[in-house]
């Protein structure tokens, strides 16, 4: 698929009820041939037609985002979230404001992007897409790409509550078309590379739950002690490599893991953790009392970093670039990867196809382990999420 081509998003959303069961559409079309290049959508749960219109968008920018545009036109017969976005009108609901920062996150990593109000008569097939992801719902099974449905799991549920902390939770259902693209349980036809995700071992900033980014903090004694339980496990896991980061805590934990399998350790600067800036070695609360404007903007948009650190959004780009040269260094191999909290949810969140909210909707222990299978020919699988047997017993 081309890059570069400009693109029409059509993105729609709809309640029954007002607030009630919800949900929402988008379609992507390739603006001069009109062809549909991909489609998505969701049940939400509860929840309003403002909030569901403006979840009919950030699927829609996100899908456009993928396909590398050089001009995006966004169409919705929604003239509040129109004109939201345009800039004209103000977002007055809390509700709707982590929804706007989302869509104005997303539209900042676009090169160009427009916004037109259309009458509802245009928008049909996003209007189509959210009325089958809202009756796949009442049926309690989730859309998937064609207008079927399948039973719902609640993993994958994106419940919207009508409520000033509403925001984006999960990605939808994706119909790329795209015959490489394949459902997960579908028969791959080329080799998986398969990525351990191991989380570095215990810290004394870790035993305090405090912001843990570029620091050199080394292992506790029980933080050797996980890092050996899970090299235990690791012996015999078949995995011919380990990739870790260079921080101290991760290099630590590789290096027990490295002798356990018998290989050399080698370091990936891009799996290191955050950059948090200022609030390093600071807990939640004392961030939230310091620089309470700045957390704020924070937990609101991926793009916007600590004070003198690094955003989410620059996060995963450089995870993105580590995890392309390790698949292209070991392909079809198992690799473990030692690293920290956001690294290994932003790869997870990759595997999923979900959106940079995902992160906060993840819970990963210290020492824990996740897998992810990688296709050359197909989308990613998440095998395993914060496993923590090694640790218990």
Same mark, same amino acid.
């Given at each position: 698929?081309?890059?570069?081509?400009?693109?029409?998003?059509? =993105?729609?959303? &709809?309640? %029954?009820?007002? @607030? $009630?069961?919800?949900?929402?559409? #988008?379609?992507?079309? !390739? /603006?001069?041939?009109?062809?549909?290049?991909?489609?998505?959508?969701?049940?939400?749960?509860?929840?309003?037609?403002?909030?569901?219109?403006?979840?009919?968008?950030?699927?829609?920018?996100?899908?456009?985002?993928?396909?590398?545009?050089?001009?995006?036109?966004?169409?919705?017969?929604?003239?509040?979230?129109?004109?939201?976005?345009?800039?004209?009108?103000?977002?007055?609901?809390?509700?709707?404001?982590?929804?706007?920062?989302?869509?104005?996150?997303?539209?900042?990593?676009?090169?160009?992007?427009?916004?037109?109000?259309?009458?509802?008569?245009?928008?049909?097939?996003?209007?189509?897409?959210?009325?089958?992801?809202?009756?796949? =719902?009442?049926? &309690?099974? %989730?859309?998937? @790409? $064609?207008?079927?449905?399948?039973? #719902?799991?609640?993993? !994958? /549920?994106?419940?919207?509550?009508?409520?000033?902390?509403?925001?984006?939770?999960?990605?939808?259902?994706?119909?790329?078309?795209?015959?490489?693209?394949?459902?997960?349980?579908?028969?791959?036809?080329?080799?998986?590379?398969?990525?351990?995700?191991?989380?570095?071992?215990?810290?004394?900033?870790?035993?305090?739950?405090?912001?843990?980014?570029?620091?050199?903090?080394?292992?506790?004694?029980?933080?050797?002690?996980?890092?050996?339980?899970?090299?235990?496990?690791?012996?015999?896991?078949?995995?011919?490599?380990?990739?870790?980061?260079?921080?101290?805590?991760?290099?630590?934990?590789?290096?027990?893991?490295?002798?356990?399998?018998?290989?050399?350790?080698?370091?990936?600067?891009?799996?290191?953790?955050?950059?948090?800036? #200022?609030?390093?070695?600071?807990?939640?609360?004392?961030?939230?009392?310091?620089?309470?404007?700045?957390?704020?903007?924070?937990?609101?948009?991926?793009?916007?970093?600590?004070?003198?650190?690094?955003?989410?959004?620059?996060?995963?780009?450089?995870?993105?670039?580590?995890?392309?040269?390790?698949?292209?260094?070991?392909?079809?191999?198992?690799?473990?990867?030692?690293?920290?909290?956001?690294?290994?949810?932003?790869?997870?969140?990759?595997?999923?196809?979900?959106?940079?909210?995902?992160?906060?909707?993840?819970?990963?222990?210290?020492?824990?382990?996740?897998?992810?299978?990688?296709?050359?020919?197909?989308?990613?699988?998440?095998?395993?999420?914060?496993?923590?047997?090694?640790?218990?017993?």
């Amino acid at each position: 698929m081309s890059a570069g081509r400009q693109l029409v998003v059509e =993105a729609d959303g &709809g309640s %029954r009820g007002n @607030p $009630g069961p919800a949900g929402y559409g #988008a379609v992507v079309r !390739d /603006a001069v041939t009109g062809q549909v290049l991909a489609e998505r959508a969701a049940g939400i749960g509860r929840a309003t037609n403002n909030v569901a219109e403006y979840g009919g968008l950030i699927a829609g920018l996100s899908a456009a985002a993928e396909l590398a545009p050089a001009s995006v036109e966004v169409r919705m017969d929604s003239k509040l979230v129109v004109e939201q976005m345009s800039g004209r009108w103000r977002v007055k609901h809390p509700a709707m404001r982590p929804l706007h920062a989302e869509a104005a996150a997303l539209v900042r990593r676009l090169p160009s992007v427009a916004f037109t109000w259309i009458p509802r008569e245009r928008n049909r097939d996003a209007d189509r897409l959210a009325n089958e992801a809202m009756d796949a =719902a009442a049926l &309690g099974q %989730r859309w998937r @790409p $064609g207008g079927d449905s399948g039973p #719902a799991d609640a993993a !994958d /549920a994106w419940l919207v509550e009508h409520e000033p902390t509403a925001s984006l939770s999960a990605e939808p259902a994706v119909a790329q078309l795209d015959p490489s693209r394949r459902p997960g349980w579908s028969a791959p036809s080329t080799a998986a590379t398969t990525t351990l995700l191991l989380r570095h071992g215990q810290t004394l900033l870790s035993v305090e739950k405090r912001f843990s980014g570029t620091g050199d903090q080394p292992l506790t004694e029980v933080g050797r002690a996980q890092a050996a339980s899970a090299a235990g496990r690791l012996a015999t896991s078949g995995a011919t490599a380990v990739v870790a980061s260079p921080v101290r805590r991760a290099r630590e934990t590789a290096e027990l893991v490295g002798a356990a399998l018998g290989v050399e350790v080698a370091l990936e600067a891009g799996l290191r953790e955050t950059d948090f800036g #200022a609030w390093e070695g600071h807990t939640f609360g004392e961030v939230g009392q310091g620089w309470p404007d700045e957390m704020a903007a924070w937990l609101a948009d991926p793009d916007v970093p600590p004070p003198g650190g690094e955003s989410f959004t620059a996060t995963a780009e450089r995870v993105r670039e580590a995890r392309d040269r390790v698949l292209a260094s070991y392909a079809g191999q198992t690799v473990v990867l030692v690293s920290h909290v956001t690294p290994i949810k932003t790869l997870l969140r990759f595997a999923l196809d979900a959106p940079p909210s995902a992160l906060y909707r993840m819970h990963l222990d210290l020492a824990c382990l996740s897998e992810v299978q990688w296709f050359p020919d197909g989308p990613a699988v998440v095998r395993s999420l914060n496993d923590t047997a090694h640790l218990t017993g």
